[in-house]
Nanobody, 125 residues
């Protein structure tokens, strides 16, 4: 059974930090790139980062570059997203997803093979 389980969301003050995680199982972790997407109410789902679990290459959307950092703990089949300098506009449900092959910077939803359930991140002003 393929599972992507996001966790670590919560409420944080603007300017603060939060780390969310994506635990993967049921597929060969190192063969995939792991992506983070987010979706605010009434908005389209937005790709924000990707990381390859085999070479740790990464891509970031302009909206989060310099503030967010994604990393992989291959021993635990887990990818983290460290979110710093959070803004109210970062409030969204955050999802992780997996795609075979190298990571891409276009964050195409249709390319994703597996999706996890989201975790809510709320940034107060």
């Amino acid at each position: 059974e393929v599972q992507l389980q996001a966790s670590g969301g919560g409420l944080v003050q603007a300017g603060g930090s939060l780390r969310i995680s994506c635990a993967a199982s049921g597929f060969t972790f190192n063969d995939y790139a792991i992506y983070w997407f987010r979706q605010a109410p009434g908005k389209e789902r937005e790709g924000i980062s990707s990381i390859s679990n085999y070479d740790n290459s990464t891509y970031y959307a302009d909206s989060v570059r310099g503030r967010f950092t994604t990393s992989s703990d291959n021993a635990k089949n887990t990818v983290h997203l460290q979110m710093n300098s959070l803004k109210p506009e970062d409030t969204a449900v955050y999802y992780c997803a997996a795609d075979s092959g190298p990571p891409r910077s276009d964050f195409a939803l249709q390319d994703m093979d597996y999706w996890g359930k989201g975790t809510q991140v709320t940034v107060s002003s």
